[in-house]
T-cell receptor
Framework: DVKVTQSSRYLVKRTGEKVFLECVQD?????MFWYRQDPGLGLRLIYF???????EKGDIPEGYSVSREKKERFSLILESASTNQTSMYLC??????????FGSGTRLTVV | GQQLNQSPQSMFIQEGEDVSMNCTSS?????WLWYKQDPGEGPVLLIA?????ELTSNGRLTAQFGITRKDSFLNISASIPSDVGIYFC??????????????FGTGTRLTIIP
């Protein structure tokens, strides 16, 4: 089975800190995604990547950046964390056909 | 971006009851997907629908692709405790650069009352 691993389940960071959320997949998938999940809003796409060093903005990219230096790893970066970025962050990967596989999520709290 | 609205936002039911939820979109989708998220986990795909009018089952779950291609429905029969979680609809579409991305609905939280 495909495994998508997010490095932290829970994170607490201070306002203004630079935050890195890491995601690794083990099935050589081309496409990887970062979503944030908030009650009543569902999952909203932040950024996605369809190849190494390639990225595309999702629906809510403001305040975030991403890095994909290797195929298996897709990092989400909060350049200067703010309290409105407190959320659950979900990483996903998929091959060319349908079948998104999600990680277990990172619950980030910015204080 | 595109938005998918799910109804109801939450449901409180007793074990054994049937459940119905729906998802509507302002635009047409060619595929509808239904995911379930267990507490503390990421969403997992339950059912995929590829054709307008299609009715597909997965055990006690049945999903339908609406004729207008702007909606979809999920039914759960004879609910059991492990059905608890959040159910999301989702639809894939192309980005401005032609890359496929998945838009999710707002979610329906299912709770089973003892």
């Amino acid at each position: 089975d495909v495994k998508v691993t997010q490095s932290s389940r829970y994170l607490v960071k201070r306002t203004g800190e630079k935050v890195f959320l890491e995601c690794v997949q083990d099935m050589d998938h081309e496409n990887m995604f970062w979503y944030r999940q908030d009650p009543g809003l569902g999952l909203r796409l932040i950024y996605f990547s369809y190849d190494v060093k390639m990225k595309e903005k999702g629906d809510i990219p403001e305040g975030y950046s991403v890095s994909r230096e290797k195929k298996e790893r897709f990092s989400l970066i909060l350049e200067s964390a703010s309290t409105n970025q407190t959320s659950m962050y979900l990483c996903a990967s998929k091959p060319d056909n349908y079948g998104y596989t999600f990680g277990s999520g990172t619950r980030l709290t910015v204080v | 971006g595109q938005q998918l609205n799910q109804s109801p936002q939450s449901m409180f039911i007793q074990e054994g009851e049937d459940v119905s939820m729906n998802c509507t979109s302002s635009s047409i989708f060619n595929t509808w997907l239904w995911y379930k998220q267990d507490p503390g986990e990421g969403p997992v795909l339950l059912i995929a629908l590829y054709k307008a009018g299609e009715l597909t089952s997965n055990g006690r779950l049945t999903a339908q692709f609406g004729i207008t291609r702007k909606d979809s429905f999920l039914n759960i029969s004879a609910s059991i405790p492990s059905d608890v979680g959040i159910y999301f609809c989702a639809g894939p579409h192309s980005s401005n650069f032609g890359n496929e991305k998945l838009t999710f609905g707002t979610g329906t939280r299912l709770t089973i009352i003892p």
